[in-house]
């Protein structure tokens, strides 16, 4: 074996006397194989771009998922999914453009390129710092005036000179759905925006405690008003009502009846009386036959959450559930729904009997 350091002397040596090492010829023959090679490699390459194109080209060609067999983009209608028409054309689109918002005038039932408040200068782009045309605030390149919104238009109330986050008329800003700043309870800004934001000494703990209590509210349960266990009591003793829906009120915190069905009413008629999009408790009064033909009946209790509702609204009713039946005395049957097809009526005869 040759160890590296005969290697590295056999090196040495033969640079200190490259007479003693003669390169040997270069043969033409090498040289000529060389060039076969890379004629073959060409040949390879381009054969493979040819069939690459034929599949291509081919009925092999795989299509787009989405895509609708036989069809071009743009030859399918986007509001009713049919194929014989687009969406210019479709018998549905007046509908379908009533809940559509104006993004200038933020009214429903129209879009911007309909709305009839346009002007030609509405559609230019305008720098609400300096009023030039061309470019928007975050490109202005002069320095802010009046808080950059100098010629800026307000869609609440219509004057200039002020955003609609920042108008006296718009209680809720930058929150259209409700809400404020954690911090420091403001609604003109966002948490991250906040100017108190780290500094433990300011006023933010003022938004923190009142989130602090909302959410120890929300865990302890609500107040239950009286009217909810005397009609209750009347549903159970004598059978005046054949359903009670109860709803939370998060204004004055407490549980208060808002539907009472008569003895005539039907399933159907309970199911069709919950809102789609809130929150609710029930009672219901079922009666059924067993398989002894014995006439029987159960009261059942139904919490109603289903999942196009608020997260909030989802948490409080949770929350309070137990609290809640603590206070009805003679529930049976309990049964949690968020679909309709949770609380249908074989559903019910199941946990019934």
């Given at each position: 074996?040759?160890?590296?350091?005969?290697?590295?002397?056999?090196?040495?040596?033969?640079?200190?006397?490259?007479?003693?090492?003669?390169?040997?010829?270069?043969?033409?023959?090498?040289?000529?194989?060389?060039?076969?090679?890379?004629?073959?490699?060409?040949?390879?390459?381009?054969?493979?771009?040819?069939?690459?194109?034929?599949?291509?080209?081919?009925?092999?060609?795989?299509?787009?998922?989405?895509?609708?067999?036989?069809?071009?983009?743009?030859?399918?209608?986007?509001?009713?999914?049919?194929?014989?028409?687009?969406?210019?054309?479709?018998?549905?689109?007046?509908?379908?453009?009533?809940?559509?918002?104006?993004?200038?005038?933020?009214?429903?039932?129209?879009?911007?390129?309909?709305?009839?408040?346009?002007?030609?200068?509405?559609?230019?782009?305008?720098?609400?710092?300096?009023?030039?045309?061309?470019?928007?605030?975050s490109k202005c390149p002069h320095p802010l005036q009046d808080g950059g919104t100098k010629y800026a238009n307000c869609?609440?109330?219509?004057?200039?000179?002020?955003?609609?986050?920042?108008?006296?008329?718009?209680?809720?800003?930058?929150?259209?759905?409700?809400?404020?700043?954690?911090?420091?309870?403001?609604?003109?800004?966002?948490?991250?925006?906040?100017?108190?934001?780290?500094?433990?000494?300011?006023?933010?703990?003022?938004?923190?405690?009142?989130?602090?209590?909302?959410?120890?509210?929300?865990?302890?349960?609500?107040?239950?008003?009286?009217?909810?266990?005397?009609?209750?009591?009347?549903?159970?003793?004598?059978?005046?009502?054949?359903?009670?829906?109860?709803?939370?009120?998060?204004?004055?915190?407490?549980?208060?009846?808002?539907?009472l069905g008569q003895p005539d009413e039907s399933y159907d008629d309970f199911t069709a009386s919950l809102p789609a999009n809130e929150c609710r408790y029930a009672v219901f009064d079922f009666d059924f036959?067993?398989?002894?033909?014995?006439?029987?009946?159960?009261?059942?209790?139904?919490?109603?959450?289903?999942?196009?509702?608020?997260?909030?609204?989802?948490?409080?009713?949770?929350?309070?559930?137990?609290?809640?039946?603590?206070?009805?005395?003679?529930?049976?049957?309990?049964?949690?729904?968020?679909?309709?097809?949770?609380?249908?009526?074989?559903?019910?005869?199941?946990?019934?009997?």
């Amino acid at each position: 074996m040759v160890s590296t350091r005969q290697r590295l002397a056999r090196k040495r040596f033969k640079e200190a006397n490259p007479h003693l090492f003669p390169e040997p010829p270069k043969d033409s023959s090498s040289s000529s194989k060389e060039k076969k090679n890379k004629k073959k490699y060409k040949n390879l390459k381009t054969l493979k771009m040819k069939t690459i194109a034929k599949k291509k080209s081919g009925s092999t060609l795989r299509k787009h998922p989405l895509r609708v067999s036989g069809m071009r983009p743009g030859e399918s209608c986007f509001i009713c999914k049919s194929s014989d028409h687009i969406a210019k054309l479709c018998p549905k689109k007046a509908q379908w453009e009533k809940n559509k918002i104006c993004l200038l005038c933020r009214q429903r039932g129209h879009s911007l390129k309909n709305c009839p408040e346009k002007n030609d200068t509405n559609e230019k782009k305008l720098c609400y710092n300096c009023g030039e045309a061309g470019h928007s605030l975050s490109k202005c390149p002069h320095p802010l005036q009046d808080g950059g919104t100098k010629y800026a238009n307000c869609f609440i109330c219509k004057e200039h000179g002020h955003l609609s986050k920042h108008c006296p008329k718009n209680t809720h800003g930058i929150y259209p759905k409700g809400g404020s700043c954690k911090i420091c309870g403001e609604v003109t800004h966002f948490a991250k925006h906040c100017p108190n934001k780290g500094n433990k000494n300011s006023a933010s703990f003022v938004g923190q405690q009142r989130t602090c209590k909302l959410l120890a509210n929300s865990a302890s349960g609500m107040a239950v008003n009286d009217e909810c266990k005397l009609k209750f009591l009347e549903l159970k003793a004598k059978r005046n009502f054949r359903f009670i829906i109860f709803k939370i009120d998060e204004k004055i915190q407490q549980v208060s009846v808002e539907k009472l069905g008569q003895p005539d009413e039907s399933y159907d008629d309970f199911t069709a009386s919950l809102p789609a999009n809130e929150c609710r408790y029930a009672v219901f009064d079922f009666d059924f036959v067993t398989d002894e033909n014995c006439q029987k009946s159960k009261i059942i209790f139904i919490s109603w959450s289903p999942d196009t509702s608020r997260v909030r609204s989802k948490m409080l009713y949770a929350s309070s559930k137990d609290r809640f039946k603590r206070e009805l005395d003679g529930i049976q049957v309990e049964l949690q729904a968020t679909d309709p097809s949770e609380m249908s009526l074989d559903i019910v005869k199941g946990r019934a009997f």
